[in-house]
């Protein structure tokens, strides 16, 4: 049942995603581009994501349990610190320079996206120096 729920809310969000033109790198890059020709159209996928994360973590907090029995896991970190700073600094560049993020990316490269599955290449060697110089401490 886990699986399946998994794969559920994988779908519904890969759908909204591509309902939004979240997944539409020129799209996001007007949205992105405050300076110049702005598409102020993904500021309500963003809004509406906030407002249903808010939501969700606030019935979580009150669960001990997830609705399928898995214990609940709820960040409780409030500090920024210089690990916070500059890990959103790079994704914001990674985000300017190829108007694509991780979720949209693994759903464009489910189309076939030659350019999604570089930037997934990317992300993943990325990901792996980030865990390699963690490792070294």
């Known amino acids: ?3 399946f729920m998994a794969l559920l809310s994988g779908l519904i969000f890969g759908l909204g995603i591509i309902l939004s033109g979240m997944v539409n790198p020129e799209i996001v890059l007007a949205f992105l581009d405050i300076t110049g ?3 102020s159209s993904l500021i ?3 809004a509406s994501a906030v407002a249903v994360g808010l939501i969700a973590f606030a019935l979580a907090k009150k669960r001990k349990q997830s609705y399928l029995g898995s214990s609940m896991n709820i960040p409780v970190a409030t500090k920024i610190d210089q690990r916070l700073f500059l890990g959103s600094l790079v994704f914001g560049i990674g ?3 190829a108007g694509i993020c991780p979720g949209p990316a693994l759903v ?3 189309t ?3 350019e999604a599955f ?3 290449i990317a992300m993943l060697l990325g990901m792996g120096v980030y865990e ?3 490792a070294r401490g």
């Open 1 to 3: 049942m886990i699986n």
């Open 37 to 39: 020709n702005w598409d």
């Open 44 to 46: 309500w996928v963003m």
């Open 95 to 97: 985000w300017g320079m």
């Open 108 to 110: 464009l490269v489910g």
């Open 112 to 114: 076939g996206s030659h």
């Open 118 to 120: 570089i930037f997934l």
């Open 132 to 134: 390699t110089m963690q």
